[in-house]
C-alpha cells in the first residue's frame, strides 16, 4: 500500500497521521469548506470519504488515552519502535512529535494549515494538488460511483 504522511494544524492543536496517498485528494478538497479545526475538516472530508474520518477520529481516541498530559511515553515508544508507515494517529504535544509531524513517510508528507490557510507539499512524490477537481465518493466501505468536485478558495495558498 502507498502511503504518506499528513499533518493538520488547526486551532486547537496539530495532529499527525499516517493514510493511503488517496487521502490527499479528500484532504484537499475538505478545505474547500474553510474549515479552522481538526473537526471541521475532517466532516466536511466525510461527505465523501467517511473512512479516513472514522480513522483518524479512532486513532486519536486511542492516543488520548493512552498518553496524558506530562506523560507521552506511549507516544514516544510508538516513534521509536514502529516503522514510520506504522506509526498511530498522534497530536504533536512536544518537540519529538513535532520532528515526527514533518516526515515524510514512503510518498512524503503534506501539511494543511488550517490556521494560515496553507498546503504545505514537504515531499510528495504522490501527485500534485490542485485548486480544483474532482474526488471519488466513498462509504464505509467502497467507491459509491458519485463524485465530489471542489475549488480552493483564493485566500488558500498551495506551496510546492
Known amino acids: 500500500m502507498n502511503v504518506m504522511r499528513f499533518t493538520v494544524v488547526a486551532a486547537g492543536g496539530t495532529v499527525s ?3 493511503p496517498c488517496e487521502s490527499l485528494l479528500p484532504l484537499v478538497a475538505g478545505c474547500a469548506q474553510n474549515p479552522r479545526t481538526l473537526t471541521q475538516l475532517l466532516d466536511s472530508v466525510g461527505r465523501f470519504d467517511q473512512r479516513l ?6 486513532g486519536l481516541a486511542v492516543f488520548d488515552e ?3 498530559k506530562g506523560d507521552y511515553s506511549s507516544i514516544h515508544a510508538a516513534l521509536q519502535l514502529c516503522e514510520p508507515h506504522q506509526i498511530p494517529v498522534f497530536r504533536v504535544v512536544d518537540e519529538k512529535t513535532r520532528r515526527a509531524s514533518l516526515e515524510p513517510v514512503k510518498a512524503g508528507v503534506v501539511i494543511f494549515n488550517l490556521v494560515d490557510r496553507r498546503i504545505v507539499q514537504i515531499h510528495n512524490t504522490y501527485g500534485e494538488v490542485r485548486r480544483r477537481g474532482r474526488v471519488p465518493v466513498f462509504d464505509e466501505r467502497r467507491r459509491t460511483g458519485e463524485v465530489y468536485r471542489y475549488e480552493l478558495p483564493a485566500s488558500w495558498d498551495i506551496v510546492p
Open 17 to 19: 497521521f499516517v493514510a
Open 53 to 58: 474520518r472514522e480513522f483518524v477520529n479512532s
Open 66 to 68: 493512552h498518553n496524558t
